[in-house]
């Protein structure tokens, strides 16, 4: 099974300020990658797959680069709705796991 | 509203059964793939199974495989979960995810249920 890891496991940030989390896989998933948000208590939220596509309706803050096993999400500019818990997800085998998860939370 | 909305959780004892169901509408159900991702309490995403749109093609994470079933009925919208032989470390909220996609895989999950909770406890 590819493993996924994610750097770092959580962050500490303000508004306005620009963040970039890392997500690892174990071997190549060439551009086989999705981003998800996570609020408490609510479902998972698609932000980015295929590494690099925004999903329809998210903000253009939010970026996704990478292919092969290095992967980062990087939000611009950091806005109060974005403190959340982010994961990636393989999708180049089964299982199609996720990432362990990056905490962002206001400085 | 695009919704899926899941049912049949509750408390069960280890080495018993149950049955997840999840309703879809607002979209048209049979042109895409669907899938089960689990989260246990206070824990990451774990993704659980995968079906494509016209059930040609499933996936089962290792650690279900052999003991849950995945199925759904394009007639009625539907996607569905048989839990076999339930463990206490499957205790977790269990979401219903809709693919972007209509094959399966690659995956990637635009529409998410609330989930519905599966306790295995005696």
């Known amino acids: 099974d590819i493993q996924m890891t994610q750097s770092p496991s959580s962050l500490s940030a303000s508004v306005g300020d620009r963040v970039t989390i890392t997500c690892r896989a174990s071997?190549?998933?060439?551009?086989?990658l999705n981003w998800y948000q996570q609020k408490p208590g609510k479902a998972p939220k698609l932000l980015i797959y295929?590494?690099?596509s925004l999903q329809s309706g998210v903000p253009s803050r939010f970026s996704g680069s990478g292919s092969g096993t290095d992967f980062t999400l990087t939000i611009s500019s950091l806005q109060p709705e974005d403190f959340a818990t982010y994961y990636c997800?393989?999708?180049?085998?089964?299982?199609?796991?996720f990432g362990p998860g990056t905490k962002v939370d206001i400085k | 509203e695009v919704q899926l909305v899941e049912s049949g959780g509750g408390l069960v004892q280890p080495g018993r059964s149950l049955r997840l169901s999840c309703a879809a509408s607002?979209?048209?159900?049979?042109?895409?793939?669907m899938h089960w991702v689990r989260q246990a309490p206070g824990k990451g995403l774990e993704w659980v199974s995968g079906i494509s749109w016209n059930s040609g093609s499933i996936g089962y994470a290792d650690s279900v495989k052999g003991r849950f079933t995945i199925s759904r009925d394009n007639a009625k919208n539907s996607l569905y979960l048989q839990m076999n032989s339930l463990r206490a470390e499957d205790t977790a909220l269990y979401y219903c995810a809709k693919s972007i996609w209509g094959s399966y895989p690659p995956v990637a999950f635009d529409i998410w249920g609330q989930g519905t909770m599966v306790t295995v406890s005696s």
């Open positions: 295929a590494a690099s």
């Open positions: 071997q190549s998933i060439s551009s086989y």
């Open positions: 997800q393989q999708s180049y085998s089964t299982p199609e796991g």
């Open positions: 607002g979209f048209t159900f049979d042109d895409y793939a």
